[in-house]
């Protein structure tokens, strides 16, 4: 999911664009990588130069940019990771697909910031161990 924070990034959202209109032309992450590697150079001439260092479709990808494609997309997102609490990246959300509507997730916990891979293993074990043997409730 993207979750561009504009309020310390004032080009994030913009960037989000970029990287979804690479990925329209599989390479989401190569662009992903370009806008990390420089995140105080996301003005749009800026952005461009990076397409082309991806020898990327030119004419698609400023149509793409300019018509604000994705960005219907990216405000979904952003309000997905904000209801389920999520105001930081990198964040994770962990949690169960809800049975009946296996689009929805209900999140039970969040893992802020970059983690070791023991703090994803002891929180997807937890989790997992919780549905194998999940704690008696009382009779009703």
């Given at each position: ?68 494609k994705h960005a ?64 008696p409730t009382a009779?009703?």
């Amino acid at each position: 999911m993207d979750l561009p924070l504009e309020s310390i990034h004032k080009q994030a959202f913009k960037a989000a664009e970029t990287a979804a209109c690479a990925g329209d032309q599989g390479q989401y992450w190569e662009m992903h990588d370009q806008l990390f590697a420089n995140q105080k150079a996301l003005a749009p001439e800026q952005l461009r130069t990076y397409a082309e260092a991806l020898q990327l479709d030119l004419g698609e990808f400023d149509s793409c940019l300019e018509s604000n494609k994705h960005a219907q997309a990216i405000r979904r997102d952003i309000a997905t990771a904000r209801a389920a609490g999520l105001t930081s990246t990198p964040s994770f959300g962990v949690g169960f697909t809800d049975p009946k509507n296996p689009n929805k997730v209900k999140v039970v916990r969040t893992l802020r910031g970059a983690q070791p891979f023991s703090a994803f293993k002891s929180t997807l074990d937890g989790l997992l161990s919780q549905v194998k043997n999940p704690p008696p409730t009382a009779p009703q």
